[in-house]
């Protein structure tokens, strides 16, 4: 089998963004929300046979999203989407973890709480105990 050219696979993925937009997500936003998900899925196998390590796990990940879209996704361009999406998220959550700022809207907030809550960096908890 032939590998496709650069031509065909952008031909192709300009036939499935204009195939895929339906007026409340762009193609795009569907990119994005199928790489959290599948970060979901992958994550809790992170250490086991089946996913060593995380660039197994984008090598899954980008695999599966080739599969669902029909079109060529390297696991490179998967992880540096996914660095991409963490680094905003943590800086939109500095933003509005301090006072005098503007709140920021992050689209992902929720599932990126859900995926970093065991995350001791991005939320801290401090107790005081009285000495005695």
Request: net charge positive.
């Amino acid at each position: 089998m032939d590998e496709p050219t650069v031509h065909q696979e952008l031909r192709e993925f300009s036939l499935m963004q204009s195939d895929c937009k339906d007026g409340s997500e762009n193609f795009f936003t569907k990119l994005r929300i199928q790489l959290i998900a599948l970060y979901k899925k992958y994550k809790p196998r992170l250490g086991t046979t089946e996913v060593r390590s995380m660039k197994k796990m984008f090598q899954h990940i980008a695999r599966d999203m080739s599969n669902i879209y029909k079109v060529t996704i390297s696991a490179d361009k998967v992880e540096n989407k996914w660095k991409v999406l963490e680094r905003t998220y943590k800086k939109v959550n500095d933003n509005n973890n301090k006072t005098g700022r503007g709140r920021k809207i992050f689209d992902f907030e929720d599932d990126f709480d859900e995926i970093f809550e065991k995350k001791r960096v991005l939320h801290q908890v401090f107790s005081f105990q009285a000495i005695q």
